[in-house]
């Protein structure tokens, strides 16, 4: 279960890290407010996803304790 976890996430981090470098391209502007959109989906969404993730794991292994 674990594997796949990592799995997921790791296609999740490529994907969000892929399309917020492709964001500054898609609003076809080389302004500021491009390049912080592109930032901040290629490291806040993923940093979301992990912490959401391992909340999730958790939840997991406290209900197999039980």
Known sequence: ???GYLMAVSAVV???FIYGLLVPSLISAK?????F???AIA???P???LKAGRRYINSLNKT???
């Not at 302004?31 to 390049?35: E, H, I, K, M, P």
């Open 31 to 35: 302004s500021d407010l491009a390049f």
């Open 14 to 16: 490529s994907v969000c």
């Open 64 to 66: 197999k304790e039980k």
């Open 37 to 39: 959109i592109g930032l």
């Open 47 to 49: 940093v979301a996803l």
């Open 43 to 45: 490291v806040v969404f």
């Open 1 to 3: 279960m674990i594997k």
